[in-house]
């Protein structure tokens, strides 16, 4: 094969794994809130006594934005095999060496162009712009395409100081608000286009992606229990303990199994009285 069929299912496998990883976020089991977040409503109190006017705007936790913008976040940078513009690259080489339609081609066309939409840089307006003036200074402006990637770039997936100076002084209830219709739209871009590599494979468009469809990746247990065989060995005088042995070696006279060594911490299980009292128990 190719080095850039190489290239291209390098970046198909990355992507399945990780877009199936935000298709099991808590915030993609609801699609219907999943599109609300993305065009979020305004309600406006106003009280005619006093004239005062407030707009709110409810939003998800912050914690459940945060880990979901951790996810959808190597969809969006350029070095990742997982960049967007390299996957839907990759979709169009593939349905195009396979003759798909026209129709087929031009939808992927149109998907690569609803993902060129998400700009990271960018200082364009998505929906509203906000001002400040504080101290008789000159008004300061940004768009909300601006604090929503001061909010991820600068609060969140890293400590950017340029980004997060950016947005500092419109606070970061402002950069939350703005960024939590950005990641919901990457959730959703991710997951579409997830269900469009789904079809894509079924139809025999793609190469084998090998385990990607299948692999485990994430974790819903809350407890976690391997079998296994424990051992245990003392410190020595310089607060070090014995070297292991190599897998396919049998442990030294130094290790113990954990049995062995608390034999007499470990308590025995004990039959329930209605079980011990057996002919002897009421009738």
Known sequence: MADHEERHLSSLKSFVLRARRIRAHSLARDAKLLMELQNPRLTIHFTPETGDMRVIVKVPPEEQVESAAARVRPLILNGEDTYHAKVMNALLYFAQKAGLSGSGLESLREMKRQWAKTNPNGKNLGFYEVRVQTNGEPESRISDNALAFSWIYGDVVHADTARRDEGRAYGVEERYRAAIPVVARLMMLAMVTLTITE?????????????????????????????????????????????????????????????????????????????????????
């Not at 079809?199 to 994430?218: I, K, N, Q, S």
């Not at 607060?239 to 006279?253: K, L, S």
């Open 199 to 283: 079809r894509l494979r079924t139809d025999g468009v793609l190469p084998d992606l090998g385990d990607a469809f299948d692999e485990d990746v994430v974790i819903t247990a809350t407890e976690l229990a391997v079998e296994t065989q424990v051992y245990v060995a003392e410190y020595d005088e310089g607060g070090r303990p014995p070297e292991p042995p190599a897998m396919d070696e049998e442990f030294g006279d130094e290790w113990k199994p954990f049995a062995e060594a608390f034999k007499d911490q470990i308590s025995t299980t004990t039959q329930p009285a209605s079980d011990q009292a057996g002919d002897d128990a009421p009738g």
